[in-house]
């Protein structure tokens, strides 16, 4: 059983950085995907971005060119680097690991907010 475990969300001035971060613990395949979901105030669950075993990685619209995600050599966690952070991008960050077999797995989410 994989189990994801999320830190690095906080408050934030816009136009700031954060680095979120999610750890791996489990039987764990380093060949899936890793990413990271948001879910913003009255809207759905989206994707941010992810990333490959092989380092090869997708983003969403909401990344806009302002977020990184990267994973460490272990293939055991996986970051995103948010720069220029915006009062839109308050919500919550959920990380996901995509198994060989079953359904997705989520982290317990970690709340961002942007705010002067």
């Known amino acids: 059983q994989v189990q994801l475990v999320e830190s690095g969300g906080g408050l934030v001035q816009p136009g700031g950085s954060l680095r979120l971060s999610c750890a791996a613990n489990?039987?764990?395949?380093?060949?899936?995907?890793m990413g990271w979901f948001r879910q913003t105030p009255g809207n759905q669950r989206e994707l941010v971005a992810a990333i490959s075993g092989a380092d090869r990685t997708t983003s969403g619209p909401s990344a806009g060119g302002r977020f990184t995600i990267s994973r460490d050599n272990a293939k055991t966690a996986v970051y995103l680097q948010m720069n220029n952070l915006q009062p839109d991008d308050t919500g919550v960050y959920y990380c996901?690991?995509?198994?060989?077999?079953?359904?997705?797995?989520w982290g317990q989410g970690t709340q961002v907010t942007v705010s002067s």
């Open positions: 996901y690991y995509d198994p060989t077999i079953g359904g997705r797995i």
């Open positions: 489990g039987s764990f395949a380093r060949t899936q995907f």
